[in-house]
């Protein structure tokens, strides 16, 4: 069956650009994460959705950074005029319940 | 603040030698401890989830286990193909929200 898939899966960015990065989570999956994970470090908690509903956000570093999940189904991570901390891999995942979660594979952006 | 801390930072291991990786937490009500195997390039992979301090699980050559301040995941006679990072995340109070550690690298010499 399909995993969770993101795309692009690589990302260059001049500084100042805005950069939009897509989600598809395994069908059905209730929950939805996205995570930023820079290199050496483990993932850390950017925001959540339950269905369409963004439930926290308490993680994204500054008003650039917007997500959403209109339908429930697919989700967008916006970030605005890009900086080069921005540069990271973005990271999703999908769960039923929570407890286990299925990470798609990234997506590596670079800023310039 | 939920925190995590996992020793050591990188293991190497001649196939067939048994170790183990250690997660050390501090957390107000824990809701769940998780394991990932995270292979370079790729998203983590599930591997576990612990609820309560005295829980094991195991999964092929991979044994995890819980007390009240820390985690132990028990790798027997490992394979080349175990070679990864392997993550550890808790999670407090109402939600699933984790708190990853910086993860062990454990690489297996044939």
């Known amino acids: 069956g399909a995993g969770v898939s993101q795309s692009p899966r690589y990302k260059v960015a001049k500084r100042g650009q805005d950069v939009a990065l897509r989600c598809d989570p395994i069908?059905?999956?209730?929950?939805l994460f996205w995570y930023q994970q820079a290199l050496g470090q483990g993932p850390e908690f950017l925001t959540y959705?339950?269905?369409?509903?963004?439930?926290?956000k308490s993680g994204l570093p500054s008003d650039r950074f917007f997500a959403e999940r209109p339908e429930g189904s697919v989700s967008t991570l916006k970030i605005q005029r890009t900086q080069q901390e921005d540069s990271a891999v973005y990271l999703c995942?999908?769960?039923?319940?929570?407890?286990?979660?299925?990470f798609g594979p990234g997506t590596r952006l670079t800023v310039l | 603040e939920d925190q995590v801390t996992q020793s050591p930072e990188a293991l190497r291991l001649q196939e067939g030698e048994s170790s183990s990786l250690n997660c050390s937490y501090t957390v107000s009500g824990l809701r769940g401890l998780f394991w990932y195997r995270q292979d370079p390039g790729k998203g983590p992979e599930f591997l576990f989830t612990l609820y309560s301090a005295g829980e094991e699980k195991e999964k092929e050559r991979l044994k995890a286990t819980l007390t009240k301040k820390e985690s132990f995941l028990h790798i027997t006679a490992p394979k080349p193909e175990d070679s990864a990072t392997y993550l550890c995340?808790?999670?407090?109070?109402?939600?699933?929200?984790?708190?990853f550690g910086r993860g062990t690298s454990l690489i297996v010499h044939p």
């Open positions: 995942a999908s769960s039923l319940r929570g407890d286990e979660q299925f």
């Open positions: 069908s059905g999956h209730v929950s």
């Open positions: 959705f339950q269905n369409e509903a963004q439930l926290d």
């Open positions: 995340a808790v999670a407090s109070g109402g939600s699933y929200i984790p708190t």
